[in-house]
């Protein structure tokens, strides 16, 4: 459907926060979820004129209903019909409790959800719980499991930080079992209460990236990853060296600005829910033309003019490393992602401070 997408005029993804409401309180959540909803949230006539102004980015739009917890709106099925009226291709991220019952899925199945995505960041009750200090893997399974029956193709959404990464293997397994088409691996952006989670180190997310390749051509699931683009320059090389099967995909991956966009709950637009810095709001101007137009949004998709090592990177077009992240660590969301180790050849510019040794000089595992 969108092997032609200009990234420039359409996002492959807009995401809508229908809420920041949620019975959960996770350790990792980006919106720092809390049990009521907001009084400035979107109406259900704002959400609808959000809806079609989507459509006018063109027949087929991927829209991401997320939160919080979007069931927390009693108007969710409503909103899901009306976008499926409209021609986009509604999807969900619902949160893991419940309130998710085999009813509430079948009904949004039946309102016209294309995907459900369902959070699963450990591979039993134990590690999930334990993780997001809540307890809710029961009811993401009978969730999954509700999704399956009803029909409704199956995402499954994983954490990436030093708590979870071990773990790998074996959520990945829980994934099969699962019957998911997809399983989309987040590496962590220290926003909201994903702060006070340690990041796994630039050379293990590196053998990550390489291990994930070897899934999505071992699996019948696809294999996609989260603020982490440099998982096509690890393909890209892989298959320059002979270890994969066929060569990899060239054309520029989707990060904050391009190729993916989010509108707050209450309507600000942001290039992704983990680069906050609003570049409009939809009560005063569309989302088509904040994303088309803005400066923050056109200065996300132009690599050429990032700074540092990302910015002298052959692989910037197919990469461009997380924008969110840059702007996370550094406050320039045009600055170098420092979860990447990769440095360019004959770059000797300033490196990320997570690739400098104690006394500021490069570290071997940056070179």
Known sequence: MFDDLDTDRRPLVLVWEVTQACGLACRHCRANARPQRHPDELTTAEGKRLLADAAAFGHGQLVVLSGGDPLARDDLTELVAHGDDLGLRMTITPSGTRS????????????????????????????????????????????ARAARDAGIPLQINTTVCADTVEDLPAIRDR????????????????????????????????????????????????????????????????????????EADRRGGVTAGRGFGFVGHTGE??????????????????????????????????????????????????????????????????????????????????LPERQRGADGERSESAD
């Open 100 to 143: 998710l019952t085999p009813e509430r899925v079948s009904d949004l199945g039946d309102a016209g959800i294309a995907r459900m995505a369902l959070s699963l960041d450990g591979s039993t009750r134990e590690r999930h719980d334990a993780f997001r200090g809540e307890e809710s893997f029961a009811d993401t399974v009978a969730a």
């Open 175 to 246: 994934v099969r079992d699962l019957g998911a088409v997809l399983w989309s691996v987040f590496f962590l952006v220290p926003v909201g209460r994903g702060r006070v989670l340690d990041p796994v180190s630039p050379e293990r997310a590196e053998a990550a990236m390489a291990w994930l390749h070897e899934v999505s051509e071992e699996e019948r699931f696809g294999v996609k990853t989260t603020e982490a683009p440099f998982y096509r320059r690890v393909g890209i090389q892989r298959a320059e060296a002979g270890s994969a099967d066929a």
């Open 269 to 350: 637009v942001y290039p992704s829910g983990f680069l906050p810095e609003s570049a409009g709001n939809v009560r005063e101007r569309s989302a088509v033309d904040v994303y088309r137009n803005a400066d923050l949004f056109e200065s996300l998709r132009d690599p050429d003019g990032f700074s540092g090592k990302c910015g002298a990177c052959e692989f910037r077009h197919v990469c461009g490393g997380s924008r969110s992240r840059a702007y996370a660590v550094t406050g320039d969301p045009t600055d170098s992602d420092p979860l990447c180790p990769y440095v360019p050849d004959g770059y000797d510019g300033p």
